[in-house]
């Protein structure tokens, strides 16, 4: 049933408007204005003002009749007691919920908690009693606890000859010590196994080395950091050196042939069996046989003594090694025009002074001619410089070579000087080639001048680049080049470029000078274009890279500048026109 019109007088003025605690309208003010909009039909009253002023509204009281109240019925829902209530105006249904106590739960006790509670003892301690043998206690509500003796007999046990022996029970007690029946002794000396060492005696000092390849002992600190650092793997692939033999793979068959008298491998049972027969005994006589031309004294020699060789006399033949003759063949440098022809070279006999002084033959043809000029020629006698190397047409292999040995020769491996005339008019070095053999050839590919003037007219104008592989080139020629797109962003490329200065730095100032330079550096080419403009090496080689990559870059960018540029001055002029 609605309540009673609930008319509230205007709050004394002692009431704060606004409450200090909360910062809002205070309740008592909160109440006044509450009621004069319910007064006023909150917002729905035909009232008028007028009719206010002489008394409030009649209330409505047909808000329900209540004809019945059901009984109350009990819940055990939610963690607290807790209550509800269902058609409030008619008939009215109340639920109390009220769960099982618990350590989470305010609520009723259950039967078995109230047993388990009232089970549990009352009362104070009256009486502590101790275990024979064991503990001992003084009885009472405030006994001493105290461990039971006469167990073991206090004293001292034992010495530096005898040992004691002591007997302990199931709980934990000493129940007897005596000494051992036949003393210990005293250690009299004392010694080591290996890698254990001992100095001996009775006071021994025990030590270990430290181990290496050949000597066993304690692992050092070092050696333990080494070999933790070992990698660990899995074994990909075993192979096999003869006479073991490996099939390869990360789980190979192993195998060895059996040995025989051409094949390396192991010993059978057979064999052994067969060499483990063979007599044995001492030599009892040793003589010797020597070619001709040597005589031996002492042969032979049945308990001891020295076999002695000497020359017969007899000339040692040439198809050992000799000159097939027993007179000399010359003193110094000068060869007898007698003397015997050696298998290998021929030497001849100087006649005038066009002829040829030295030719060293081979399989009858020449292979060195050496004429009275001085000049040598290397597979021909048309000898037409100081070096004249020639090779038979077809044959592919390495006309001239010259090396220096690292480490054990600091000269010049080739050395081209000039000293007949001006630089510029002489040639220190030309490579000459007629790939097709015709009468316009050979025509020069390659030159060097005194005057340090390096000349390659197979290339065309431009400037020379290296590739990855070392080949040198000029050429730009659009006809033998593929297309195969152009960079995307170049801005970008061109705004990650480093540019500086530079020096060499002390290991290769030396080679490529001191100066300092400005330009670029490979790695950073690399990673701000790509490979295209600087190819990572080979293991071992230096960086570099390409000029015009980075040309072309620059260019695209400056392109897309100039675009923006006129784009910008068409627009600005567009803006003035108007």
Not at 32 to 50: A, E, V
Not at 210 to 225: E, K, P, R
Not at 273 to 294: H, Q, R
Not at 499 to 514: H, L, S, V
């Amino acid at each position: 049933m609605p309540s009673p019109m609930n008319v509230t007088n205007i709050p004394s003025s002692r009431v704060d408007f606004i409450d200090p605690r909360t910062g809002l309208m205070s309740r008592e003010w909160y109440r006044f204005f509450l009621n004069l909009f319910t007064l006023t039909g909150s917002g729905n009253n035909q009232t008028s003002l007028d009719e206010l002023q002489l008394s409030p509204p009649a209330v409505n009281t047909t808000g329900g009749t209540v004809t019945s109240v059901a009984a109350l019925t009990l819940g055990t829902s939610g963690t607290d007691v807790s209550s509800t209530v269902a058609n409030s105006t008619t008939t009215p249904v109340i639920t109390l919920n009220l769960p099982t106590a618990s350590a989470t739960n305010r609520g009723a006790l259950s039967a078995t908690d109230w047993t388990t509670f009232n089970n549990k003892g009352t009362g104070s301690v009256t009486s502590v009693s101790g275990t024979t043998d064991r503990v001992t206690s003084t009885g009472g509500a405030t006994p001493v606890i105290d461990l039971a003796s006469g167990i073991a007999t206090p004293g001292t046990t034992g010495s530096a000859t005898l040992v004691p022996v002591v007997t302990i029970d199931t709980y934990g007690r000493v129940t007897s010590i005596t000494t051992a029946a036949n003393p210990q002794g005293t250690v009299t000396s004392v010694t080591g196994t290996a890698p254990v060492v001992s100095s001996g005696g009775a006071t021994p000092a025990i030590s270990m080395a430290a181990a290496n390849t050949t000597t066993s002992g304690y692992l050092t600190s070092t050696d333990w950091n080494t070999f933790n650092s070992k990698g660990s793997g899995t074994v990909t692939s075993v192979t096999g050196t003869a006479p073991v033999v490996s099939s390869g793979g990360a789980t190979p068959a192993i195998s060895m042939a059996a040995a025989t008298s051409s094949v390396n491998g192991y010993l059978t049972s057979t064999d052994w069996s067969t060499f483990n027969s063979k007599g044995s005994g001492s030599v009892t006589s040793v003589a010797a046989t020597v070619p001709s031309f040597l005589s031996v004294a002492g042969s032979p020699i049945t308990t001891s003594g020295t076999l002695a060789l000497t020359y017969s006399g007899t000339a040692l033949p040439v198809a050992n090694g000799g000159t097939g003759v027993t007179t000399s063949t010359g003193t110094t440098n000068v060869v007898l025009s007698n003397s015997p022809t050696i298998v290998t070279p021929t030497i001849n006999a100087i006649t005038s002074a066009s002829a040829t002084a030295l030719t060293l033959q081979s399989a009858g043809a020449t292979a060195i001619t050496a004429n009275t000029s001085q000049n040598v020629g290397v597979g021909t006698s048309a000898i037409t410089a100081k070096l004249h190397a020639y090779a038979t047409s077809g044959t592919t292999l390495t006309i001239g070579r010259f090396e220096a040995a690292i480490g054990s020769y600091t000269g010049t491996s080739l050395i081209a000087a000039n000293t007949l005339g001006p630089s510029s008019a002489y040639n220190l070095f030309s490579c000459l080639a007629d790939s097709d053999g015709d009468a316009g050839g050979p025509f020069t590919e390659f030159l060097v001048r005194g005057d340090g003037i390096v000349s390659m007219p197979a290339y065309g104008a431009g400037a020379a680049t290296f590739s990855a592989a070392g080949v040198i080139s000029s050429v730009s020629d659009e006809t033998w080049k593929i297309k195969d797109g152009v960079p995307v962003d170049t801005d970008s490329m061109l705004k990650k470029l480093e540019p500086g200065y530079w020096y060499y730095n002390d290991e290769k100032k030396e080679t490529f000078g001191a100066d300092r330079q400005l330009g670029f550096y490979a790695q950073n080419v690399n990673a701000a274009i790509g490979p295209e403009a600087a190819p990572i090496p080979e293991k071992g080689k230096p960086w570099g890279y390409h000029d015009r990559s980075v040309l072309a870059v620059t260019v695209m960018s400056l392109q897309k500048a100039l675009a923006t540029i006129e784009s910008l001055t068409a627009r600005i002029a567009a803006l003035e026109s108007k």
